[in-house]
C-alpha cells in the first residue's frame, strides 16, 4: 500500500507562510494521505486543519513541535495525537510562549544595535499576531536586503557567534515528554541529524528519550541527506525506535522538501504507525 505519510509541517500559526486550511489542500495535491500539522509551540492551527482535512477524506493527525534546551542545545521533539486541550500541554505551551516572547524582544535589540532598523516590528509583521520565530526575523531581513535568503540571514545574523543570537532556555526533554504524554500523544526525536551533537551525545539523547517513554525517530526528513537518512535508520533499528517520517515543509517558496516528498521506510525497520502506540492512541482519531 502506498501510504503517503507526512507527520511534520508548518502553518501560519508559527513559521509556515500557508494557512492550516491551504497547507491541507496542497497535501492533498501532492498525494498525502495521512498529514500531521506540528506548528512550533502552538496548537491553535489544529481545528482548522482538522476541518479541512476532513471535507477533503483526508487522514489528519494533530501534532506539535516542541522546543527543547538539552546539553545546552536546542531539540525539536515532535508530539502526535495530541488532545490540544489538555491543561498539563497548555501550562507548559504557556511558559514556552513567555520564554519565545522575551527571546524576540532581546533578538532584536541585539540586532538594532547591530545597526537593524526597527526589527521587532519587521519581525512581526510576517508573524501576522502569531509565535514570533526566528524565521520571522529572517523573512524580514531578506526584505531589507541583508541576505539573499532566509538561510543566509540564519548564517550571519541568528546562529551562535553572530549579532542576534540569543541562547534557548526551552523546555526540559524530562517537560517535554510529560506534556505530550499527558495530552494522549507519541513522542518523536525531529530531525535527529540536523543537531550538532557527536555520535556519542546523539546516543545518550536517545537513551534519555527512551527512559522517558519516546518511541520515534524521524529518521526520514525533508531535512536530511539521503546518507544521513541512511545513517538515521540505522540508529533507529540499534535502539529499536519507531521510523517517523515528515517533510518539515514550511512554505511553497522556501522549504527542505515539498509536502509528502519522502522516501517510503524501507524495508525491515518499523514505520511508527504500525507501532501498539499508534493503533492504540491515533488509529482511532484518523
Ligand atoms: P525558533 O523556534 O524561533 O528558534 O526558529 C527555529 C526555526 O528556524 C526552525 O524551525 C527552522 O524553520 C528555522 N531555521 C533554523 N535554522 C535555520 C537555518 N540555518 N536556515 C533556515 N531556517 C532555519
Ligand atoms: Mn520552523
Ligand atoms: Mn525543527
Ligand atoms: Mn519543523
Not at 58 to 65: A, D, T
Not at 111 to 118: S, T, V
Not at 119 to 134: E, H, N, Y
Not at 143 to 159: H, I, N, P, S, W
Amino acid at each position: 500500500m502506498n501510504l503517503a505519510c507526512d507527520l511534520h509541517s508548518h502553518s501560519t500559526v508559527s513559521d509556515g507562510t500557508l494557512t492550516p486550511t491551504e497547507l491541507v489542500q496542497r497535501a492533498h495535491e501532492m498525494g498525502v494521505s495521512v498529514l500531521a500539522l506540528t506548528d512550533h509551540d502552538a496548537t491553535e492551527g489544529l481545528p482548522e486543519a482538522a476541518a479541512e482535512a476532513k471535507s477533503l477524506e483526508m487522514k489528519f493527525v494533530p501534532g506539535i513541535e516542541l522546543s527543547v534546551t538539552w546539553s545546552h542545545q536546542t531539540v525539536h521533539i515532535v508530539g502526535l495525537g495530541i488532545d490540544a486541550d489538555n491543561p498539563v500541554l497548555n501550562q507548559g505551551l504557556m511558559a514556552l510562549r513567555e520564554f519565545r516572547q522575551w527571546r524576540g524582544e532581546e533578538i532584536a535589540r541585539k540586532l538594532e544595535k547591530a545597526g537593524l532598523p526597527a526589527p521587532l516590528a519587521g519581525a512581526q509583521k510576517f508573524a501576522r499576531g502569531q509565535i514570533l520565530s526566528r524565521t520571522h526575523f529572517a523573512r524580514y531581513l531578506v526584505e531589507q536586503g541583508r541576505a539573499k535568503d532566509v538561510r543566509q540571514v540564519f548564517k550571519r545574523y541568528l546562529v551562535r557567534g553572530k549579532p542576534g543570537f540569543v541562547a534557548g532556555q526551552w523546555a526540559s526533554l524530562e517537560d517535554a515528554l510529560d506534556w505530550i504524554h499527558a495530552a494522549g500523544g507519541i513522542a518523536v526525536i525531529a530531525h535527529p541529524a540536523r543537531y550538532n551533537f557527536s555520535a556519542t551525545r546523539l546516543r545518550q539523547l536517545i537513551t534519555e528519550f527512551q527512559e522517558l517513554g519516546g518511541l520515534g525517530f524521524e529518521a526520514i526528513s525533508g531535512s536530511h541527506s539521503s546518507d544521513e537518512e541512511g545513517r538515521m535508520l540505522q540508529l533507529a533499528q540499534q535502539f529499536d525506535l519507531y521510523i517517523s517520517c515528515g517533510s518539515d515543509f514550511h512554505s511553497p517558496e522556501q522549504s527542505y522538501r515539498e509536502l509528502g516528498a519522502l522516501q517510503p521506510v524501507p524495508a525491515g525497520f518499523h514505520p511508527l504507525w504500525h507501532s501498539e502506540a499508534w493503533q492504540q492512541r491515533i488509529g482511532t482519531i484518523i
